[in-house]
């Protein structure tokens, strides 16, 4: 055990490792950045979506409000 440690340590198969280590670590840390930014903007747009949704659904009802009454309106003239 000790003698492999010291065949790791000169050969510099040490310090291969832990820059592997570092660097698979630093990746997955951007891939979980790029993850959350993408997935913050996903429920930023469903928000988005629903709340256009549901304004244009009020817009429908108040125009049809207004057409019914321009109806009533035009009938009782008549």
């Known amino acids: 055990m000790i003698n492999s440690d010291l065949y790791s340590i000169i050969s510099g198969h ?3 490792f832990y820059e592997q280590k570092a660097y ?12 959350d930014k ?14 256009i949704t549901q304004n244009l659904e009020m817009e429908k009802e108040r125009l049809e ?8 309106k035009v009938n009782d003239s008549n």
């Open 14 to 16: 040490r310090n291969y």
């Open 24 to 35: 698979y670590i630093s990746e997955i840390n951007r891939i979980t950045l790029l993850y």
């Open 38 to 51: 993408v997935n913050f903007k996903k429920t930023k747009y469903k928000k988005e979506l629903r709340e």
């Open 65 to 72: 409000k207004d057409i019914q009454y321009f109806r009533e």
